[in-house]
């Protein structure tokens, strides 16, 4: 199953269109995009079941974040062996957490603007929380899971090093649209292997990042057995669960986003981000 954002209200994607699911449902299920996680085991069951035909052509300019008011928002850092080894840090024992701000969400087509000349990109395999976790194990894990999406860790780079330290991971990661997700949400059950998939972010034409989510240090399994022993992790909140090796910064020469620009974030059986750079 594949939901997304269309014009500010939740659609079901099929077969190239998209069908207003209000509309479908005749108001069992409202609009509105982030309430549907909320009633995520209900809806599934009658769009599993219930699924009308229809709707009208899909176009992806037009749709917006598929989690756009999340409770809470986790980032993973450091979570690709290879993008460790590239900062020059040690790769870790348990998972680094920071977060993202709310108020940097942004849909996939969504225009970045760039506060400084320090810019930089960070692709990012996104889990949407689909049911309320609490001291889950790692086996049960993706029971909790609604589904994946496409997203972007934009990073300020001077903000995120800048003293006084512990450094300001959050705050440099939070500008508006820092966080464009989508372009839509797909259930676990479409992947043949939803632990392995192509990941890949290209700026202005150049591949820079390229990479497979089983790569990941800590799974999404792992992640969610991790966060929700600790706190109650809510439906329809967001794990950005870390960005493999390539990133600007870690580049010779250092290779930061400039306005003009578009930033194309993939990951294979969800779709791409496309998102223009411009001044701030």
Same mark, same amino acid.
């Given at each position: 199953?594949?939901?997304?954002?269309?014009?500010?209200?939740?659609?079901?994607?099929?077969?190239?269109?998209?069908?207003?699911?209000?509309?479908?449902?005749?108001?069992?299920?409202?609009?509105?995009?982030?309430?549907? &996680?909320?009633?995520?085991?209900?809806?599934?069951?009658?769009?599993?079941?219930?699924?009308?035909?229809?709707?009208?052509?899909?176009?992806?300019?037009?749709?917006?974040?598929?989690?756009?008011?999340?409770?809470?928002?986790?980032?993973?850092?450091?979570? &690709?062996?290879?993008?460790?080894?590239?900062?020059?840090?040690?790769?870790?024992?348990?998972?680094?957490?920071?977060?993202?701000?709310?108020?940097?969400?942004?849909?996939?087509?969504?225009?970045?603007?760039?506060?400084?000349?320090?810019?930089?990109?960070?692709?990012?395999?996104?889990?949407?929380?689909? $049911?309320?976790?609490?001291?889950?194990?790692? $086996?049960?894990?993706?029971?909790?899971?609604?589904?994946?999406?496409?997203?972007?860790?934009?990073?300020?780079?001077?903000?995120?090093?800048?003293?006084?330290?512990?450094?300001?991971?959050?705050?440099?990661?939070?500008?508006?649209?820092?966080?464009?997700?989508?372009?839509?949400?797909?259930?676990?059950?479409?992947?043949?292997?939803?632990?392995?998939?192509?990941?890949?972010?290209?700026?202005?034409?150049?591949?820079?990042?390229? $990479?497979?989510?089983?790569?990941?240090?800590?799974?999404?399994?792992?992640?969610?057995? &991790?966060?929700?022993?600790?706190?109650?992790?809510?439906?329809?909140?967001?794990?950005?669960?870390?960005?493999?090796?390539?990133?600007?910064?870690?580049?010779?020469?250092?290779? &930061?986003?400039?306005?003009?620009?578009?930033?194309?974030?993939?990951?294979?059986?969800?779709?791409?981000?496309?998102?223009?750079?411009?001044?701030?």
């Amino acid at each position: 199953m594949r939901i997304a954002n269309a014009d500010g209200r939740l659609a079901l994607v099929t077969a190239g269109h998209v069908i207003d699911v209000a509309d479908a449902s005749d108001g069992r299920f409202g609009p509105d995009v982030q309430d549907v &996680y909320d009633h995520w085991t209900e809806f599934r069951v009658w769009a599993w079941h219930d699924t009308p035909a229809g709707g009208t052509p899909l176009d992806e300019v037009r749709l917006g974040p598929v989690a756009p008011r999340p409770h809470q928002i986790f980032a993973i850092g450091l979570n &690709y062996r290879g993008h460790a080894v590239e900062t020059g840090l040690d790769i870790p024992d348990a998972p680094m957490v920071f977060t993202k701000f709310a108020s940097s969400i942004a849909g996939p087509h969504d225009a970045v603007a760039l506060p400084t000349e320090s810019v930089d990109f960070e692709a990012e395999l996104v889990v949407v929380i689909g $049911a309320t976790a609490r001291h889950v194990a790692r $086996a049960d894990a993706w029971r909790h899971v609604a589904g994946l999406t496409v997203g972007q860790d934009i990073s300020e780079r001077e903000l995120l090093v800048r003293p006084p330290t512990p450094q300001q991971f959050s705050l440099a990661k939070s500008f508006p649209n820092f966080a464009p997700i989508g372009p839509m949400l797909v259930t676990p059950d479409e992947f043949d292997d939803p632990d392995d998939l192509e990941i890949g972010c290209a700026v202005g034409g150049e591949q820079l990042q390229k $990479a497979r989510t089983s790569d990941l240090i800590f799974s999404v399994s792992t992640l969610v057995e &991790y966060l929700s022993a600790v706190l109650t992790l809510l439906p329809g909140d967001l794990i950005f669960t870390g960005t493999p090796a390539g990133v600007g910064f870690a580049r010779k020469p250092q290779r &930061y986003l400039r306005a003009g620009e578009e930033l194309v974030t993939t990951i294979e059986g969800i779709g791409e981000l496309r998102n223009p750079l411009v001044d701030a």
